[in-house]
């Protein structure tokens, strides 16, 4: 992973030509496209929040990846009870997350069917994202400019929290999964998130529980960023189902 002092917006190749963003409330919906006000979720605190958006696990990635595993057998031979080591291929199980604060802007790839997540999120509003990046490069930059010290990535979310994988990841990718990792039964929101992680010092807003080290237990008193560009976002368009 990158040192985010020297690159604060991950582009890659996963971001797309333009994604969605549904939203329930009419007034969220024109603050963000008319005055660019919007939040950032914190990920641990999409473990309890109301509704169909709620996923307990998320913040943490499972992978079962090919590898060459250590299998202990007791013989029954004699000396009696001798353990026997072999190697055979298997499956590695890992469980990774990071402590970093993490927050996300979440949308929709633009292979989505809205009328599904128009009713299964009783979305009246939806917002087309015409240049997704830009929009990444704005909130790495209003971030920037109050003191925060956080790397922006844009990622597609893959859907096989807890599945057999092809191939054994890098530890970077396998790190990666902590926030972009969702269990299959998600996979037909097609969900591209912008992710802000934060790095140095702490966030310094009271009461975020998270940062204590207690967001196993309660959920996280800093529930989420609000980004204020303070502008129209010219690139963002509402949608007409």
């Known amino acids: 992973m990158e040192n985010a ?7 890659g190749n996963e971001f797309p030509e333009f994604c969605y963003k ?3 409330n009419e007034d969220y919906t024109k ?10 979720n914190c990920l641990h605190y999409c473990k309890n929040m109301e509704g169909k958006r709620r996923d307990p696990t998320e913040g943490r990635a499972h992978t079962l990846e090919p590898n060459i595993l250590s299998v202990g057998y007791v013989s029954t031979k ?16 890992s ?8 927050f996300c802007f979440c949308t929709c790839l633009p292979d989505v069917d809205l009328a599904y997540i128009s009713d299964r999120f009783k979305s009246k509003y939806i917002v087309k994202i015409n240049e997704p990046r830009t929009l990444a490069e704005e909130i790495a930059s209003y971030l920037s400019s109050r003191g925060e010290n956080f790397m922006i990535v844009g990622c597609k979310v893959v859907y096989n929290k807890g599945k057999k994988l092809e ?3 890098t530890a970077n990718d396998r790190l990666d999964l902590a926030y972009k990792q969702k269990p299959e039964s998600f996979s037909l929101e097609r969900e ?25 237990q309660v959920d996280p008193g800093c529930k989420y960023i609000e980004i204020n560009l303070n502008k129209q976002l010219n ?7």
Do not use: H
């Open 235 to 241: 690139y963002l368009s509402m949608m007409n189902l």
């Open 192 to 216: 591209f998130r912008i992710v802000a992680i934060k790095f140095g010092d702490p966030c310094n807003r009271e009461g975020c529980k998270y940062l204590d080290g207690q967001f196993e």
């Open 167 to 169: 191939k054994k990841l």
């Open 31 to 40: 603050q963000f496209i008319e005055n660019g006000i919007f939040r950032l």
């Open 95 to 102: 469980r990774p997350e990071l402590n970093n604060p993490i």
């Open 22 to 24: 549904a939203y329930e």
């Open 78 to 93: 004699n000396p009696p009870e001798e353990t026997i080591w072999t190697k055979e291929e298997g499956f590695q199980e």
């Open 5 to 11: 002092e020297n690159r604060k917006v991950i582009c």
